[in-house]
C-alpha cells in the first residue's frame, strides 16, 4: 500500500513538472515566432504617401492651406508617372534603372534624337538652398503626417539668365537607413541663378511610416539625362535632417468625450438594492438546506 501512494504520487509529481517544462517551452516558442511574425509583418507594410508640387506659389500654399485644415482632397493630389515608376526603390536601384532606360533610349532612338544624350548638353547645376516645412500633427504628439520641402536649384553659366529643363527625385531615410523614394516631380524650368524659381513638394503621409525621425535628401536631373546633376540633403542643411514624421494611420484624431451623470445617486442606490437581494437570496439557499 505504503509502495502504491509513493508511486502515485511520484508519477504525479513527475507529471506537473513535465507539464509545467512544456508549456514554458511551448509559451517560449509562441512568443518567439509571434514576434518574428510582427517584424515580417512590419517590413512588409507599403509606405503610402501622396505629394503635390510647383514652384512655390499660390498653388503650393493652397495645397499646405487644405493640409492644415485636415483636407486630403485626392482630385488635387496626384502621383506623377515618375512616382509611380520609381517609388519606395533605394537611390542606388532608382539610379541604376535610370541608366538602363538612358541606355535603352540610346539604342532605340534616330540620329536627330542621339543629340538629346550628347555630353556636350549637359549645363552645370548647383542645389543653392533647401529647407522643410512641418504642417500637420493631429494628435498633438511632436510627430506630423503631412510636410513640405522647398529646395532652389541653379545654374552655374557665364550666360545670364539661361534656362534649363530640370525634375527631381525626393527620397526619405527613416533614422539612417536607407534612402528611399518617396516622390519624383514632372519637368519644370529652372533660370540661371534666380531666386524666384523655388520648387516646393507638400507630401501627405497616408499610411506604412512609423513615428520615427526621417531626414530628405534631393536628387537633381536635367530631362535627357540619366546622371544626377546636383544633391542635397541633411548633410547640407539641419532644415532636412531628422524630420518627426508618421503616417495618418498613427496619428489618431483625438475625440474628447464628456460624460454628465444626472442622476448618481439614484443608480448608487438601485445597484447597492441588487446586490441586498442576491446576498438574502443566496442565505436562503444556503441556509434553508439545514
Known amino acids: 500500500m505504503f509502495n502504491k501512494n509513493f508511486y502515485q504520487l511520484f508519477n504525479k509529481r513527475l507529471n506537473k513538472l513535465f507539464n509545467q517544462k512544456f508549456t514554458i517551452k511551448l509559451t517560449a516558442t509562441l512568443l518567439l515566432v509571434s514576434q518574428v511574425s510582427v517584424a515580417q509583418t512590419q517590413l512588409q507594410v507599403e509606405q503610402v504617401s501622396r505629394s503635390a508640387s510647383g514652384l512655390k506659389n ?82 498633438e504628439d511632436g510627430y506630423y503626417q503631412s510636410f513640405s520641402v522647398t529646395f532652389d536649384a541653379d545654374i552655374l553659366s557665364s550666360m545670364a539668365n539661361e534656362q534649363a529643363v530640370v525634375y527631381a527625385d525626393l527620397y526619405l531615410s527613416q533614422n539612417g537607413g536607407p534612402w528611399v523614394l518617396y516622390f519624383s516631380s514632372d519637368d519644370f524650368v529652372i533660370t540661371g541663378e534666380d531666386s524666384e524659381d523655388e520648387f516646393e513638394v507638400v507630401t501627405q503621409l497616408d499610411s506604412g511610416y512609423v ?5 530628405v535628401l534631393i536628387d537633381l536631373y536635367e530631362v535627357g539625362f540619366s546622371a544626377v546633376m546636383a544633391t542635397y540633403s541633411a ?37 447597492f438594492g441588487a446586490l441586498l437581494a442576491l446576498v438574502y437570496r443566496y442565505c436562503l439557499v444556503k441556509f434553508g438546506q439545514y
Open 211 to 215: 513615428a520615427d525621425h526621417y531626414d
Open 58 to 139: 499660390n498653388v503650393v500654399e493652397r495645397e499646405k492651406t487644405n493640409l492644415k485644415s485636415n483636407l486630403k482632397p485626392e482630385e488635387q493630389i496626384k502621383i506623377s508617372q515618375r512616382t509611380l515608376a520609381f517609388k519606395g526603390m533605394s537611390r542606388p536601384e532608382v539610379s541604376y534603372a535610370r541608366q538602363q532606360k538612358a541606355t535603352s533610349n540610346l539604342l532605340t532612338s534616330t540620329l536627330s534624337q542621339d543629340a538629346e544624350y550628347d555630353a556636350d548638353s549637359y549645363h552645370s547645376f548647383v542645389i543653392y538652398s533647401g529647407y522643410s516645412e512641418l504642417i500637420l500633427d493631429i494628435d
Open 235 to 271: 548633410s547640407n542643411t539641419n532644415a532636412l535632417y531628422a524630420l518627426p514624421l508618421e503616417s495618418s494611420d498613427y496619428d489618431p484624431e483625438y475625440i474628447a468625450v464628456e460624460y454628465y451623470d444626472e442622476h448618481s445617486g439614484g443608480s448608487s442606490w438601485l445597484l
